[in-house]
C-alpha cells in the first residue's frame, strides 16, 4: 500500500461541490485530518458537508448542516477528530452563497 498526505482546497457552491472528485481512485481509502471552512465574503455564511457515497447512483448522509460561519472568520470542521472515506465516498459542501467560502481538506490518501 502506498500512503500520501495531500492538501485540497475548493470553493463551496449553492449546489452540492465535491471536495476530492477525481483527485481519489474508487479503490482508495482517505483519512481526513483536517477540514476548515473559511468565509471570505462580507457577511455571514452558512455550510453543510455531506458524505457522498457512490457507486453509480449516489446516496448523501448528513455530517454538519448549515454551520454558521461569521465574516472574515475561519471553523475547524473536525476539531481534532478524524474522518474515515471507503472506496467510493467522497465529501461535498454546500453554502448558502456562492463563492463565499473556501473548504480547505488535508488528508492521507491510502492505495
Known amino acids: ?17 465535491d471536495v476530492l472528485a477525481s483527485d481519489v481512485a474508487s479503490t482508495t481509502e482517505v ?13 455571514s455564511r452558512t455550510l453543510t458537508v455531506e458524505i457522498k ?3 453509480g447512483t449516489p446516496t448523501y448522509t448528513s455530517y454538519i448542516t448549515n454551520i454558521p460561519i461569521p ?7 473536525l476539531d481534532g477528530g478524524k474522518l474515515v472515506l471507503v472506496p467510493n465516498e467522497n465529501l461535498t459542501v ?3 452563497s456562492a ?10 490518501e491510502i492505495s
Request: aromatic share 6%; charged share 10%; with cysteine.
Open 1 to 17: 500500500m502506498a500512503n500520501a498526505f495531500l492538501r485540497k482546497t475548493v470553493t463551496a457552491g449553492t449546489s452540492r461541490t
Open 31 to 43: 483519512i481526513c485530518i483536517g477540514l476548515i471552512a473559511s468565509n471570505k465574503s462580507s457577511a
Open 53 to 55: 457515497y457512490d457507486t
Open 71 to 77: 465574516v472574515g472568520s475561519s471553523v475547524n470542521l
Open 94 to 96: 454546500t453554502a448558502n
Open 99 to 108: 463563492s463565499a467560502v473556501d473548504v480547505h481538506l488535508s488528508y492521507l
